[in-house]
């Protein structure tokens, strides 16, 4: 997937563990997990809305767009 997932950088520069944050949110930690690996294929607005609070950032700094091979033909808005 072209999107990776800086959630743990941003975790390591902000000092607040996956825990902490999963209870800010309202989030799992197994849901979280997931994100954190890039094993999601979706995320809702109002959580990364809610990430973006609690992390103090933007979604930029959470999701990078990396064109690849595994991008060609994958459109999800039809």
Do not use: H, W
Request: hydrophobic share 40%; with cysteine; charged share 30%.
């Amino acid at each position: 997937m072209p999107i990776r997932v800086n959630l743990d950088r941003v975790l390591l520069q902000r000092r607040m563990s996956l825990t902490e944050l999963a209870d800010r949110v309202g989030v799992t930690i197994a849901n979280l997990s997931i994100l954190k690996t890039g094993k999601a294929r979706a995320v809702r607005f109002s959580t990364l809305s809610a990430l973006c609070r609690e992390l103090d950032c933007q979604p930029g700094d959470l999701l990078i767009y990396e064109p690849g091979p595994d991008d060609v033909g994958d459109d999800d808005l039809d």
